[in-house]
Protein backbone atom coordinates (compact mmCIF):
# COMPACT_ATOMS: atom_id res chain seq x y z
CA UNK A 1 0.00 0.00 0.00
CA UNK A 2 1.32 3.48 -0.78
CA UNK A 3 2.70 5.45 1.98
CA UNK A 4 3.56 9.61 2.44
CA UNK A 5 5.28 10.39 5.10
CA UNK A 6 7.37 13.53 5.56
CA UNK A 7 10.30 13.78 7.79
CA UNK A 8 13.34 15.58 8.03
CA UNK A 9 15.87 13.37 6.80
CA UNK A 10 19.14 12.66 9.00
CA UNK A 11 20.50 9.67 6.97
CA UNK A 12 23.01 9.95 3.90
CA UNK A 13 21.02 6.67 1.75
CA UNK A 14 18.20 5.41 1.50
CA UNK A 15 15.83 3.61 -0.84
CA UNK A 16 12.30 5.07 -2.10
CA UNK A 17 10.51 2.52 -3.56
CA UNK A 18 6.66 3.78 -2.55
CA UNK A 19 5.46 8.16 -2.44
CA UNK A 20 7.05 9.19 0.31
CA UNK A 21 8.27 12.98 1.16
CA UNK A 22 11.92 14.51 2.64
CA UNK A 23 13.28 17.48 3.77
CA UNK A 24 16.84 18.05 3.71
CA UNK A 25 18.33 20.14 6.93
CA UNK A 26 22.03 19.63 5.41
CA UNK A 27 22.96 22.29 2.19
CA UNK A 28 22.61 21.24 -1.02
CA UNK A 29 25.14 22.88 -3.32
CA UNK A 30 24.73 19.57 -6.56
CA UNK A 31 21.58 18.47 -7.45
CA UNK A 32 21.79 14.49 -9.71
CA UNK A 33 18.36 13.63 -10.95
CA UNK A 34 17.99 10.08 -13.26
CA UNK A 35 14.64 8.40 -13.71
CA UNK A 36 13.20 6.38 -16.63
CA UNK A 37 9.40 7.47 -17.38
CA UNK A 38 7.18 9.53 -14.94
CA UNK A 39 8.32 12.79 -15.17
CA UNK A 40 10.64 15.09 -12.69
CA UNK A 41 10.00 18.86 -11.59
CA UNK A 42 12.74 21.10 -10.32
CA UNK A 43 12.30 24.54 -8.94
CA UNK A 44 15.08 26.72 -7.48
CA UNK A 45 13.86 28.27 -4.36
CA UNK A 46 14.78 30.45 -1.57
CA UNK A 47 12.34 29.62 0.89
CA UNK A 48 13.41 26.74 3.73
CA UNK A 49 15.33 23.71 3.21
CA UNK A 50 15.71 21.38 0.22
CA UNK A 51 12.78 19.38 -0.25
CA UNK A 52 11.49 15.92 -2.22
CA UNK A 53 8.56 14.47 -3.08
CA UNK A 54 8.00 11.43 -4.96
CA UNK A 55 4.63 11.03 -5.65
CA UNK A 56 4.63 8.02 -7.80
CA UNK A 57 6.42 5.10 -7.98
CA UNK A 58 6.56 1.42 -9.73
CA UNK A 59 9.30 -0.34 -10.45
CA UNK A 60 12.26 -0.74 -9.04
CA UNK A 61 13.37 2.06 -5.84
CA UNK A 62 14.96 5.45 -6.19
CA UNK A 63 18.06 5.65 -4.16
CA UNK A 64 18.69 8.94 -2.22
CA UNK A 65 21.60 9.68 -1.21
CA UNK A 66 23.26 13.29 0.27
CA UNK A 67 26.48 13.54 0.86
CA UNK A 68 28.87 16.88 0.83
CA UNK A 69 26.05 19.23 -0.53
CA UNK A 70 25.36 16.73 -3.03
CA UNK A 71 21.61 15.17 -3.20
CA UNK A 72 21.43 12.41 -5.98
CA UNK A 73 17.78 11.35 -6.78
CA UNK A 74 18.16 7.56 -9.66
CA UNK A 75 18.09 4.09 -9.92
CA UNK A 76 21.47 2.20 -8.98
CA UNK A 77 21.75 0.74 -13.20
CA UNK A 78 20.93 4.12 -14.39
CA UNK A 79 24.86 5.88 -14.23
CA UNK A 80 25.14 9.36 -15.91
CA UNK A 81 28.30 8.38 -17.70
CA UNK A 82 27.09 6.76 -21.17
CA UNK A 83 23.74 7.68 -19.92
CA UNK A 84 22.54 8.98 -23.73
CA UNK A 85 23.52 5.20 -24.83
CA UNK A 86 21.19 2.99 -21.77
CA UNK A 87 19.00 0.44 -24.22
CA UNK A 88 18.36 -1.79 -21.65
CA UNK A 89 14.75 -2.31 -22.62
CA UNK A 90 13.83 -4.58 -19.88
CA UNK A 91 15.13 -1.49 -17.46
CA UNK A 92 12.18 0.79 -19.35
CA UNK A 93 9.60 -0.74 -17.02
CA UNK A 94 9.50 1.50 -14.62
CA UNK A 95 8.03 4.89 -13.41
CA UNK A 96 8.32 7.42 -11.08
CA UNK A 97 6.85 11.09 -10.79
CA UNK A 98 9.60 13.39 -9.20
CA UNK A 99 9.25 17.12 -7.71
CA UNK A 100 12.19 18.73 -5.93
CA UNK A 101 13.04 22.35 -4.62
CA UNK A 102 16.18 23.15 -4.00
CA UNK A 103 18.38 26.53 -3.44
CA UNK A 104 18.58 29.07 -6.66
CA UNK A 105 22.52 28.54 -7.10
CA UNK A 106 22.20 24.72 -7.35
CA UNK A 107 24.11 22.86 -10.23
CA UNK A 108 21.50 20.97 -11.38
CA UNK A 109 22.05 17.57 -13.62
CA UNK A 110 19.45 15.92 -14.84
CA UNK A 111 18.83 12.52 -17.12
CA UNK A 112 15.45 10.94 -18.30
CA UNK A 113 14.48 8.68 -20.62
CA UNK A 114 10.92 8.82 -21.75
CA UNK A 115 10.46 11.07 -18.97
CA UNK A 116 9.32 14.41 -19.52
CA UNK A 117 11.73 16.78 -17.71
CA UNK A 118 10.78 20.33 -16.25
CA UNK A 119 13.48 23.22 -14.48
CA UNK A 120 13.10 26.48 -13.78
CA UNK A 121 14.48 29.29 -11.13
CA UNK A 122 17.71 28.17 -11.35
CA UNK A 123 21.18 30.54 -11.27
CA UNK A 124 23.43 27.92 -11.02
CA UNK A 125 24.65 25.59 -14.17
CA UNK A 126 22.09 23.43 -15.23
CA UNK A 127 22.87 20.06 -17.80
CA UNK A 128 19.98 17.65 -19.02
CA UNK A 129 20.31 14.92 -21.38
CA UNK A 130 16.96 12.77 -22.80
CA UNK A 131 17.14 10.23 -24.46
CA UNK A 132 13.17 10.23 -26.04
CA UNK A 133 11.53 12.81 -23.31
CA UNK A 134 10.57 16.02 -23.86
CA UNK A 135 12.49 18.79 -21.74
CA UNK A 136 11.14 22.60 -20.83
CA UNK A 137 13.26 25.13 -19.16
CA UNK A 138 12.12 28.53 -17.53
CA UNK A 139 13.66 31.37 -16.51
CA UNK A 140 17.01 30.05 -15.84
CA UNK A 141 20.50 32.38 -15.61
CA UNK A 142 23.07 29.63 -15.49
CA UNK A 143 24.90 28.27 -18.84
CA UNK A 144 22.80 25.48 -20.07
CA UNK A 145 23.72 22.17 -21.68
CA UNK A 146 21.10 19.83 -22.82
CA UNK A 147 21.38 16.88 -25.12
CA UNK A 148 19.22 14.80 -26.41
CA UNK A 149 18.65 12.16 -28.69
CA UNK A 150 14.43 12.07 -29.96
CA UNK A 151 13.61 14.22 -27.17
CA UNK A 152 12.12 18.36 -27.68
CA UNK A 153 13.48 21.44 -25.92
CA UNK A 154 11.43 23.97 -25.02
CA UNK A 155 12.86 27.21 -23.03
CA UNK A 156 11.96 30.60 -22.13
CA UNK A 157 13.92 33.57 -20.53
CA UNK A 158 17.35 31.74 -20.81
CA UNK A 159 19.70 34.42 -19.83
CA UNK A 160 22.69 32.02 -19.75
CA UNK A 161 24.44 30.47 -22.95
CA UNK A 162 22.86 27.66 -24.23
CA UNK A 163 24.23 24.57 -25.63
CA UNK A 164 22.14 22.36 -27.34
CA UNK A 165 23.24 18.75 -29.61
CA UNK A 166 20.62 16.14 -30.82
CA UNK A 167 20.01 13.51 -33.30
CA UNK A 168 16.00 14.11 -34.02
CA UNK A 169 14.74 16.61 -31.20
CA UNK A 170 13.22 19.75 -31.80
CA UNK A 171 15.24 22.92 -30.69
CA UNK A 172 12.66 26.07 -29.28
CA UNK A 173 13.50 28.82 -27.73
CA UNK A 174 12.01 32.46 -26.72
CA UNK A 175 13.75 35.52 -25.01
CA UNK A 176 16.86 33.61 -25.18
CA UNK A 177 20.21 34.94 -24.21
CA UNK A 178 22.55 35.93 -26.00
CA UNK A 179 24.68 33.07 -26.93
CA UNK A 180 22.88 30.05 -28.58
CA UNK A 181 25.06 27.14 -30.58
CA UNK A 182 22.69 23.97 -31.43
CA UNK A 183 23.45 21.17 -33.82
CA UNK A 184 20.93 18.85 -34.79
CA UNK A 185 20.53 16.19 -38.04
CA UNK A 186 17.16 16.49 -38.27
CA UNK A 187 15.62 18.55 -35.64
CA UNK A 188 13.89 22.02 -36.37
CA UNK A 189 15.43 25.35 -34.83
CA UNK A 190 13.34 28.38 -33.56
CA UNK A 191 15.61 30.80 -31.79
CA UNK A 192 13.84 34.15 -30.60
CA UNK A 193 16.50 36.30 -29.32
CA UNK A 194 16.14 38.46 -26.33
CA UNK A 195 15.92 42.36 -26.81
CA UNK A 196 18.12 42.79 -23.73
CA UNK A 197 20.42 40.20 -24.00
CA UNK A 198 24.22 41.02 -25.33
CA UNK A 199 26.21 41.07 -28.58
CA UNK A 200 24.45 38.00 -30.68
CA UNK A 201 26.45 34.59 -30.68
CA UNK A 202 24.34 31.99 -32.64
CA UNK A 203 25.96 29.18 -34.23
CA UNK A 204 22.72 26.77 -35.41
CA UNK A 205 23.95 23.61 -37.50
CA UNK A 206 21.24 21.15 -39.00
CA UNK A 207 20.73 18.60 -42.08
CA UNK A 208 17.15 18.41 -42.70
CA UNK A 209 16.09 20.46 -40.20
CA UNK A 210 14.48 23.77 -40.54
CA UNK A 211 15.93 26.84 -38.90
CA UNK A 212 13.78 30.19 -37.67
CA UNK A 213 15.74 33.01 -35.83
CA UNK A 214 13.98 35.88 -35.09
CA UNK A 215 16.77 39.14 -33.96
CA UNK A 216 15.61 42.02 -31.77
CA UNK A 217 15.45 45.73 -33.42
CA UNK A 218 17.75 46.93 -33.62
CA UNK A 219 20.11 43.92 -34.81
CA UNK A 220 23.48 43.57 -34.58
CA UNK A 221 25.34 41.28 -35.63
CA UNK A 222 27.86 39.42 -38.91
CA UNK A 223 25.10 37.21 -40.64
CA UNK A 224 25.79 33.90 -42.35
CA UNK A 225 23.41 31.93 -43.02
CA UNK A 226 23.51 28.99 -46.00
CA UNK A 227 21.65 25.80 -46.98
CA UNK A 228 22.19 23.65 -49.81
CA UNK A 229 18.97 22.47 -51.49
CA UNK A 230 16.71 24.71 -49.22
CA UNK A 231 14.60 28.17 -49.07
CA UNK A 232 15.79 30.91 -47.79
CA UNK A 233 14.15 34.27 -46.43
CA UNK A 234 15.41 37.59 -44.52
CA UNK A 235 13.37 40.44 -43.08
CA UNK A 236 16.24 42.40 -43.55
CA UNK A 237 17.02 44.76 -46.46
CA UNK A 238 20.78 45.29 -45.36
CA UNK A 239 21.21 41.65 -45.57
CA UNK A 240 22.66 39.91 -49.28
CA UNK A 241 20.13 37.09 -50.26
CA UNK A 242 21.93 34.98 -53.28
CA UNK A 243 23.25 31.73 -54.18
CA UNK A 244 23.68 29.28 -57.37
CA UNK A 245 23.49 25.78 -58.33
CA UNK A 246 20.71 25.19 -55.46
CA UNK A 247 22.93 26.82 -52.48
CA UNK A 248 21.41 30.04 -51.21
CA UNK A 249 22.76 32.19 -48.93
CA UNK A 250 22.19 35.08 -46.56
CA UNK A 251 25.27 37.78 -45.56
CA UNK A 252 26.10 40.62 -44.55
CA UNK A 253 26.18 43.21 -41.48
CA UNK A 254 23.31 44.32 -39.24
CA UNK A 255 24.31 47.57 -37.11
CA UNK A 256 27.98 47.89 -36.36
CA UNK A 257 28.34 44.28 -36.65
CA UNK A 258 29.32 43.33 -33.51
CA UNK A 259 27.63 39.99 -32.61
CA UNK A 260 28.10 36.86 -35.07
CA UNK A 261 24.99 34.66 -36.47
CA UNK A 262 25.58 31.61 -38.43
CA UNK A 263 22.74 29.30 -39.46
CA UNK A 264 23.85 26.01 -41.69
CA UNK A 265 21.50 23.37 -42.58
CA UNK A 266 22.25 21.00 -45.39
CA UNK A 267 18.07 20.47 -46.99
CA UNK A 268 16.36 22.74 -44.35
CA UNK A 269 14.94 26.28 -44.57
CA UNK A 270 16.14 29.09 -42.84
CA UNK A 271 14.33 32.28 -41.70
CA UNK A 272 15.76 35.47 -40.54
CA UNK A 273 12.57 37.29 -38.64
CA UNK A 274 12.55 40.78 -37.32
CA UNK A 275 11.20 41.45 -34.13
CA UNK A 276 9.39 44.90 -33.68
CA UNK A 277 11.13 47.60 -31.59
CA UNK A 278 11.00 47.29 -28.34
CA UNK A 279 10.18 51.48 -27.56
CA UNK A 280 7.41 50.55 -30.29
CA UNK A 281 3.84 50.94 -28.59
CA UNK A 282 1.26 48.73 -30.61
CA UNK A 283 -1.07 51.23 -31.67
CA UNK A 284 2.40 53.67 -32.98
CA UNK A 285 2.72 50.08 -35.14
CA UNK A 286 -0.25 50.20 -36.05
CA UNK A 287 -0.48 54.05 -37.38
CA UNK A 288 2.99 53.20 -39.18
CA UNK A 289 1.61 50.50 -41.20
CA UNK A 290 -1.71 51.65 -41.97
CA UNK A 291 -1.15 55.34 -42.03
CA UNK A 292 -1.31 57.50 -45.83
CA UNK A 293 1.64 55.81 -48.66
CA UNK A 294 2.57 53.16 -46.19
CA UNK A 295 3.38 49.80 -48.10
CA UNK A 296 4.27 47.87 -44.65
CA UNK A 297 7.71 48.01 -45.78
CA UNK A 298 9.32 48.52 -42.14
CA UNK A 299 7.09 46.21 -40.12
CA UNK A 300 6.26 43.01 -41.14
CA UNK A 301 2.97 42.53 -39.30
CA UNK A 302 3.62 40.12 -37.00
CA UNK A 303 3.61 42.03 -34.27
CA UNK A 304 2.77 39.19 -31.70
CA UNK A 305 5.69 38.05 -29.09
CA UNK A 306 5.79 34.48 -29.49
CA UNK A 307 7.65 32.72 -32.53
CA UNK A 308 5.59 31.51 -35.26
CA UNK A 309 4.20 27.89 -34.66
CA UNK A 310 4.74 26.88 -37.66
CA UNK A 311 9.04 27.90 -38.03
CA UNK A 312 10.97 28.30 -41.12
CA UNK A 313 8.28 26.73 -43.23
CA UNK A 314 5.55 29.64 -42.14
CA UNK A 315 8.47 32.39 -42.55
CA UNK A 316 9.45 31.45 -45.83
CA UNK A 317 5.89 31.24 -47.10
CA UNK A 318 5.02 35.11 -45.84
CA UNK A 319 3.86 37.17 -48.86
CA UNK A 320 4.60 40.33 -46.96
CA UNK A 321 7.39 43.05 -48.39
CA UNK A 322 9.96 43.12 -46.31
CA UNK A 323 11.11 39.86 -46.69
CA UNK A 324 13.04 38.19 -49.83
CA UNK A 325 12.37 34.26 -50.77
CA UNK A 326 13.89 32.51 -52.91
Not at 49 to 73: F, N, W
Not at 231 to 238: K, Q
Not at 246 to 251: A, E, F, H, S, W
Not at 267 to 272: C, D, M, R, V, Y
Request: proline residues 5%; contains cysteine; charged residues 25%.
Amino acid sequence: MARSVEEVCTMSEWSVAEPEKLTFDESVSELHVRIVNGTVNVVGTDEGPARLEVSEIEGPPLVVTHRDGALTVAYEDLPWKGFLKWLDRKGWRRSAVVTLAVPTGTRVEVGVVGAAAVVSGLEGRTEVKGVSGDTTLVSLAGPVRADTVSGNLEAQALTGDLRFNSVSGDLTVVEAGSSVRADSVSGSMIVDLDPAGGPTDISLTSVSGEIAIRLPQPADARVEANTASGSVSSAFEDLRVGGQWGTKRITGRLGAGNGRLKATTVSGSIALLRRPAAEDSPWERESRNTGPGDDGHEDSGDNSASVPEDGAAAAASDGTTDKKVL
